[in-house]
């Protein structure tokens, strides 16, 4: 996908601006995506990399990046981290550093509607831990699963910021999760997929998703925090010089129940834990991975190892939620796939149990106990 006529915001300017030799030109080394979202990533030499990710044709509310006084938390947030990553101690260990979004065609709208053309950051990786951790290479595991322990670390200093403004985004996912819910989104495929859910979940547990999904939408008894809105393993890209991780940061920030951040991500693993033994999709034909190590990786650097930092309440009834966000948009934004029924048992079980399934823990003797 190429960037608008003219413009390459991470480039450099040429010899006339700078007094350098102007970069190669940069280099298109990945493109993927679904009807929702478009992602080029290119390379810019060295270590620099951009990722596009821009809207597809099912992507009806545009994107946008936070509000002035969000947008301020995060830099204070990313200070923060910046001075661990500098420390980098077995006392201060290091958190992924968050890679705030611009508008990609360079203009600055801060909290407002972005054009099409995406939204753009600027990394110093090519890959996200997303297809790292799966790939079967021993190296690229263990890089991933000391990602996704910064995603925890990160995590955790994004919700020490309250949420003070007197707007708050609804959070994407629960937005989509709730209109897909109540009926008021009926394409094909979603529609199909919930008249399958309703009968493989039962009246019941119909009952408490859509009663856990309200839940969320409401800030918690002591307050809502800055939100990072999305974190996912697609999201997290480690560098594989040895430089900080990157947290993809700025279209999906809002302020909520941190439990929905960290739920989030878990649900992520779950999912692919549970096709993975099932034999669902990609996960369940690719080389076996620890998953729960990788989830215990994140949980150490949420809680700081030592349990310094509790679980947030109901971050298993999030991850149950991301579970079932990731089944709406699959059958939304890529189309109809039988595996989809697998996955409605996937979610009643996790219903059924208060979403305890979505915290797996590792078993004595696994590769993740001592992380």
């Given at each position: 996908?190429?960037?608008?006529?003219?413009?390459?915001?991470?480039?450099?300017?040429?010899?006339?601006?700078?007094?350098?030799?102007?970069?190669?030109?940069?280099?298109?080394?990945?493109?993927?995506?679904?009807?929702?979202?478009?992602?080029?990533?290119?390379?810019?030499?060295?270590?620099?990399?951009?990722?596009?990710?821009?809207?597809?044709?099912?992507?009806?509310?545009?994107?946008?990046?936070?509000?002035?006084?969000?947008?301020?938390?995060?830099?204070?947030?990313?200070?923060?981290?910046?001075?661990?990553?500098?420390?980098?101690?077995?006392?201060?260990?290091?958190?992924?550093?968050?890679?705030?979004?611009?508008?990609?065609?360079?203009?600055?709208?801060?909290?407002?509607?972005?054009?099409?053309?995406?939204?753009?950051?600027?990394?110093?990786?090519?890959?996200?831990?997303?297809?790292?951790?799966?790939?079967?290479?021993?190296?690229?595991?263990?890089?991933?699963?000391?990602?996704?322990?910064?995603?925890?670390?990160?995590?955790?200093?994004?919700?020490?910021?309250?949420?003070?403004?007197?707007?708050?985004?609804?959070?994407?996912?629960?937005?989509?999760?709730?209109?897909?819910?109540?009926?008021?989104?009926?394409?094909?495929?979603?529609?199909?997929?919930?008249?399958?859910?309703?009968?493989?979940?039962?009246?019941?547990?119909?009952?408490?998703?859509?009663?856990?999904?309200?839940?969320?939408?409401?800030?918690?008894?002591?307050?809502?925090?800055?939100?990072?809105?999305?974190?996912?393993?697609?999201?997290l890209v480690p560098s594989?010089?040895?430089?900080?991780?990157?947290?993809?940061?700025?279209?999906?920030?809002?302020?909520?129940?941190?439990?929905?951040?960290?739920?989030?991500?878990?649900?992520?693993?779950?999912?692919?834990?549970?096709?993975?033994?099932?034999?669902?999709?990609?996960?369940?034909?690719?080389?076996?991975?620890?998953?729960?190590?990788?989830?215990?990786?994140?949980?150490?650097?949420?809680?700081?190892?030592?349990?310094?930092?509790?679980?947030?309440?109901?971050?298993?009834?999030?991850?149950?939620?991301?579970?079932?966000?990731?089944?709406?948009?699959?059958?939304?934004?890529?189309?109809?796939?039988?595996?989809?029924?697998?996955?409605?048992?996937?979610?009643?079980?996790?219903?059924?149990?208060?979403?305890?399934?979505?915290?797996?823990?590792?078993?004595?003797?696994?590769?993740?106990?001592?992380?």
């Open positions: 996908m190429a960037e608008p006529a003219g413009t390459d915001p991470v480039a450099s300017a040429g010899p006339a601006d700078t007094g350098r030799p102007p970069r190669a030109e940069p280099v298109t080394v990945r493109e993927y995506g679904t009807r929702y979202l478009r992602i080029t990533v290119r390379h810019h030499g060295g270590a620099g990399f951009s990722w596009l990710r821009a809207p597809g044709p099912a992507h009806t509310a545009p994107q946008r990046l936070p509000q002035p006084e969000a947008a301020a938390a995060l830099r204070r947030v990313d200070e923060a981290l910046g001075a661990a990553v500098a420390r980098d101690t077995a006392e201060a260990p290091r958190g992924a550093r968050l890679a705030l979004g611009e508008p990609a065609d360079g203009t600055a709208r801060a909290g407002a509607a972005l054009p099409g053309s995406g939204v753009l950051y600027r990394v110093s990786g090519a890959f996200s831990v997303a297809r790292l951790l799966s790939c079967g290479d021993d190296a690229a595991f263990r890089l991933s699963v000391d990602a996704l322990a910064d995603l925890g670390r990160t995590l955790r200093r994004l919700h020490q910021e309250p949420w003070d403004l007197p707007d708050r985004p609804p959070h994407p996912g629960v937005r989509r999760l709730m209109a897909w819910l109540s009926g008021e989104e009926d394409a094909p495929g979603t529609a199909r997929l919930r008249t399958l859910a309703r009968t493989r979940v039962g009246p019941s547990r119909w009952a408490r998703l859509t009663e856990w999904s309200r839940a969320a939408e409401e800030p918690p008894g002591s307050g809502a925090v800055l939100l990072h809105g999305a974190p996912s393993t697609g999201w594989p010089a040895g430089g900080p991780t990157a947290l993809l940061t700025g279209e999906e920030v809002t302020g909520g129940d941190p439990a929905l951040d960290l739920g989030w991500t878990l649900g992520e693993l779950h999912e692919l834990r549970a096709a993975a033994a099932l034999g669902l999709g990609s996960a369940g034909k690719g080389p076996r991975v620890d998953y729960p190590a990788a989830a215990h990786a994140l949980l150490r650097g949420y809680t700081g190892g030592d349990g310094t930092a509790a679980v947030p309440p109901g971050t298993a009834r999030a991850a149950t939620l991301r579970l079932a966000v990731h089944m709406r948009d699959f059958a939304s934004f890529v189309g109809w796939h039988e595996d989809l029924r697998h996955y409605c048992d996937l979610l009643a079980e996790a219903l059924g149990e208060d979403g305890a399934p979505c915290l797996h823990r590792p078993k004595p003797g696994s590769s993740a106990e001592g992380l």
